[in-house]
């Protein structure tokens, strides 16, 4: 049910609703999600970039301003990186991990693992989020799997290649 409601907030468009609906929440859905940020603040990113450290480096930046607007890092790059052997699976998942979110089929949704096993990532056009591992939308897919970090300079080799392959 809280999932459900998640990607109907996610998906309304209305950021400046985001804190209030999830807050609202709780009476039905009991839950632990923490919202950072506000509407307001520059939040022109999105979970690939944030996770990847990407949303401020201004070398990634500048390069994904020069490639035409198809190519971006999407959840299709995170599965580049998987297909590609740059993410080293992660058995015993630590602070600063990725966790990466799938249907089966897909990769849908990624994030950093940080204190206590909680997560902390970018949901669609909204705001940051602090979460249980499972506390996401619905839509982001029921399985997870956890890899190591990559070093910034890796991830923007990664993402030349990826947008030469497309």
């Known amino acids: 049910m809280l ?3 998640l990607d109907d ?3 309304n468009g209305n950021v400046s609703s985001h ?3 999830i807050e609202s929440l709780r009476g039905i859905a009991p839950h632990t999600i923490e919202v950072f940020g506000r509407s307001g603040d520059n939040l022109l990113y999105n979970c690939v970039m944030y996770a990847l450290g990407l949303a401020q480096d201004p070398v990634f930046l500048y390069m994904l301003h020069e ?4 190519i971006h890092p999407s959840t299709a790059f995170i599965q580049f990186l998987v297909d590609e052997g740059y993410f080293v699976k992660s ?8 966790i990466a979110y799938h249907d089966n089929t897909r990769f849908r949704h990624i994030g950093i693992v940080v204190d206590d096993g ?12 602090e979460h249980a591992p ?3 939308p619905y839509s982001y897919g029921n399985a997870v ?3 190591r970090p990559l070093q910034r300079g890796v991830v923007l080799d990664a993402f030349f290649e990826f947008a030469k392959s497309q």
């Open 118 to 129: 909680r997560v902390r990532s970018k949901w669609g056009v909204g705001l940051l989020y």
């Open 67 to 70: 490639l035409p607007s198809r």
């Open 3 to 5: 999932r459900s409601y």
């Open 19 to 21: 804190r209030e609906l």
């Open 9 to 11: 907030i996610t998906n």
């Open 145 to 147: 799997c956890f890899f």
């Open 91 to 98: 058995i015993s998942p630590d602070v600063g991990d990725l």
């Open 134 to 136: 499972l506390e996401t």
